[in-house]
């Protein structure tokens, strides 16, 4: 056993103290520093009883002996399936739908699986979704570009034009304003899916927004916000602050190496860095430039925060620093004790992650956890952590830095400054309890 | 005569300058002219924006009473008559009252203070522009776009006096938007927060990253219903089958005693199954079908199987309900209009009304 992991072993509490009684904190307390003595001994018998968990035959195990069907046959032939899909076993990873979370299909959204996904990049058929009025699979030959407004040549794009331009290939992740909302009031749904999956990050290429709007010979002077509008039954509407559009906006046809998906704005969206999903306008028909705000639909009626007093803050776009542990997660089941790998992800649109700590007693004691790279700005970044589970109940929890120094809050600190009433913007830390029968559910502890 | 040595030398330059040519320069780029300029009526033709100091607003009026008319042909089958409905989308109308008007803060949004179990939209929006943009760029719900100007006008003005902000013989127009958006329930109740807009400013929350004997409230707050654990089907299958975790199986409860204990839980994979009732129930839902009728329950609209049990032994039924699909319709199950459905194709609309005749199974 390596020196590291006797130090992790070390650090194992015997049980979540933070949610137990004064009198029984202190019976925890002396039990934790028995166990300390213990630990390597009690690393040991981990060891052991999980290699005795798994009873061999006298020989050997049949997967070994009998030789497969794969080794002794002939295979498929190659490229049998001209676009490839993903393994039949791994059929369980599905984009999901929220039961009851809305009544219609077409305005509705799907839930990327986090619990079960690596790295930071998320594979395009399973990027979330949402729609405003239902998803197309537009003609790229008949889709158009528009830019007007405070423009010198308000100028139409075919995408035949776009693709020519000077492109970009940048990894971003995209998260819905929502994500999270179920957690605002009490916890309601099981598992990191839905709790989280309004998140995705992929590699967008396309052509900055800025190349576009100086090649219309934007007005820089009047200038102030751009409207993006996309060419589906809702033209979704979002006011894009000018600055920001001038900065890293991407007027992106690619994801991930291929084209867009349909169901993610083929062929052509808006990727807005660091600012909530829906301002990534989807089938992008029209920038305007101009000098106000437009306090469309879903910047006026959605998309806002409800503060105690009534009023709702109008435009609060940013997605601000937050991360989730993805494995183990609720609704995950641990087959034993002993060492896990706990990862998950973080995220800031402030710019990019630099620390995430985790912690297994609820929130007491943290440590730091190990950041994968590459860590690029508005980016998933993926950490990574040893644990030793000793089989006594447990609380993990992330709390990710970003490069401001923002510190991700607890949820009882959101919701002292927005009230409980709120729907959007969501970044609490996230707790899942570890029962001693090896599954996880979703709590909320602060 | 030049020697080869000397007529190579000049095609490498010749060479090198025309490749040098071919770069584009910084102040002159060669992508500068691609695109084209848009004519008048194609940017008349997309920009219909409408911002809140009415800048785009089209010329035009309508009145309450056209606007109802209106309402009960296309919109109150999702929305209900009088705008109050729940059943497919929130309510736009309900929760403000003759002082918000006065005041212009709602103030049934404060926490504790609502007089309706949800937030409206009328109860939101501070922006008579708003409502104008979305009803004219959205709506109706299935056939987005198709309302004329005064159309658009006149369903505005029915909101507006449900919600008691115009009285019952107002004809809004272009000319007195600005007027009507001075009597808007929530006109004060938004706030601009430049932090949360900033990708460059701070949050409105502070949290210090305490590593050692933090302090925590020392109670689980909030822990999954018991109700709730199968809510979202079988989490087994929605997990990988290999790795350090298995999905729990939620079509069981919770095992009892230690891990290890119960045997791990079976790996289960999803089966990719057709829906029941097969290409029908694809059909029903992929048209917003479901959002109205449930197969056994009414929503808006009645249950498929309310439906069938109506007209059980009518004569050509699959033809009658053919044509109630196609044309839509009401007064048979009540008042609120069935919206025509000329997007569904024949052969559809057959398939499903062959799938209702036959009891909707």
């Known amino acids: 056993m390596s020196k590291d992991l006797s130090d992790v072993i070390g650090r194992v509490l015997p049980a979540p103290e933070n949610f137990l009684s004064p009198d029984k904190l202190e019976t925890a307390r002396k039990a934790r520093r028995r166990f300390m003595g213990n630990a390597l001994a009690m690393g040991a018998g981990v060891a052991a009883t999980a290699s005795a968990g798994r009873a061999l035959a006298a020989d050997g195990e049949d997967a070994i002996l009998k030789l497969p069907e794969h080794t002794t046959g002939l295979g498929q032939s190659v490229a049998t399936d001209g676009y490839g899909k993903p393994s039949k076993w791994e059929a369980n990873l599905q984009r999901r739908q929220s039961p009851g979370l809305t009544r219609v299909n077409q305005a509705s959204v799907s839930f990327t699986p986090l619990q079960g996904l690596f790295g930071i990049i998320t594979p395009s058929g399973l990027h979330f979704e949402r729609h405003h009025q239902g998803w197309w699979d537009i003609d790229p030959s008949k889709h158009r570009l528009m830019v007007n407004g405070l423009v010198k040549r308000e100028r139409v794009f075919t995408m035949d034009d776009l693709m020519r331009l000077p492109s970009v290939s940048r990894i971003h992740f995209i998260e819905c304003g929502a994500n999270g909302a179920t957690e605002w009031g009490n916890v309601a749904v099981p598992t990191v899916q839905y709790t989280h999956g309004m998140v995705s990050c992929s590699e967008f290429t396309g052509v900055l927004l800025s190349t576009l709007l100086e090649m219309c010979g934007v007005d820089k002077k009047a200038a102030k916000f751009v409207l993006a509008e996309g060419a589906d039954g809702s033209s979704m509407t979002r006011t894009i602050d000018f600055e920001r559009a001038m900065d890293d906006c991407i007027v992106a046809w690619a994801m991930n190496g291929e084209m867009l998906r349909p169901e993610n704005g083929y062929p052509l969206r808006l990727v807005v860095p660091g600012i909530q999903g829906v301002s990534w306008v989807k089938y992008l028909r029209r920038i305007e430039v101009g000098d106000q705000k437009w306090a469309t639909k879903d910047e006026a009626v959605h998309y806002i925060d409800q503060m105690p007093d009534g009023s709702h803050r109008q435009y609060s776009g940013i997605q601000e620093c937050k991360s989730v542990i993805t494995t183990p997660s609720a609704g995950q089941t641990l087959l034993d004790k002993g060492y896990y790998n706990v990862t998950g992800l973080a995220w800031s649109g402030r710019g990019s992650v630099k620390r995430v700590d985790v912690s297994v007693d609820g929130g007491r004691n943290w440590r730091t956890a190990r950041l994968e790279g590459p860590v690029l700005p508005k980016a998933f970044a993926r950490f990574n952590i040893d644990w030793v589970w000793d089989g006594k109940p447990a609380i993990l929890q992330s709390r990710a830095i970003d490069s401001t120094g923002y510190v991700q809050p607890k949820i009882n600190q959101l919701r002292a400054v927005r009230g409980t009433r709120s729907v959007y913007h969501q970044n609490a830390v996230q707790s899942w309890l570890v029962s001693e029968n090896g599954e996880l559910s979703n709590v909320q502890v602060y | ?361």
């Not at chain 2, 040595?5 to 490498?12: K, N, R, S, V």
């Not at chain 2, 199968?230 to 299958?237: F, I, R, S, T, Y």
């Open chain 2, 1 to 361: 005569m030049k020697t080869p040595l000397q007529q190579t030398t000049q095609a490498i330059v010749l060479a090198t300058a025309l490749l040098a040519s071919g770069w584009a320069s910084a102040a002159d780029p060669a992508w500068h002219n691609l695109g084209r300029d848009a004519t008048p009526a194609e940017v008349k033709a997309w920009d219909i924006d409408v911002r809140p100091d009415f800048k785009g607003l089209p010329k035009g009026s309508g009145s309450v009473n056209m606007g109802t008319n209106v309402w009960e042909d296309k919109c109150a089958s999702c929305h209900g008559i009088f705008g109050e409905s729940n059943e497919v989308f929130t309510p736009i109308i309900g929760g403000t009252t003759a002082d918000d008007i006065k005041t212009g803060h709602v103030k049934g949004l404060a926490e504790g203070k609502s007089i309706v179990p949800q937030k409206t939209t009328i109860m939101k929006v501070a922006t008579l522009s708003t409502l104008w943009d979305y009803i004219n760029r959205a709506m109706p719900w299935n056939a987005p776009k198709s309302l004329t100007a005064d159309e658009v006008y006149g369903v505005t003005a029915y909101l507006l006096n449900l919600a008691s902000i115009v009285p019952a013989d107002f004809t809004l127009s272009d000319k007195n938007m600005a007027e009507v958006q001075q009597r808007m329930p929530n006109r004060n109740g938004m706030v601009f927060y430049e932090p949360l807009w900033k990708v460059n400013g701070k949050g409105d929350v502070n949290n210090v990253a305490c590593m050692k004997n933090c302090e925590v409230d020392p109670t689980v707050h909030s822990s999954l219903p018991a109700f709730a654990r199968d809510a979202h089907g079988n989490v087994a299958e929605q997990n990988r089958l290999i790795g350090p975790v298995r999905g729990a199986d939620t079509t069981q409860p919770p095992p009892k005693g230690s891990v290890g204990s119960v045997p791990a839980p079976k790996a289960v994979l999803a089966a990719a199954s057709a829906a029941e009732g097969g290409d029908v129930k694809a059909l029903l839902a992929s048209n917003a079908c479901t959002a109205c009728h449930g197969v056994k329950n009414k929503i808006v609209g009645p249950g498929f199987n309310e439906i069938a049990a109506k007209h059980k032994g009518k004569a050509d039924l699959e033809a009658y309900l053919v044509s109630k699909i196609k044309a839509g319709g009401s007064g048979v199950f009540g008042p609120v209009p069935m919206p025509a459905q000329p997007q569904l194709k024949d052969e559809d609309a057959q398939a499903i009304a062959r799938w209702i005749a036959a009891g909707a199974p």
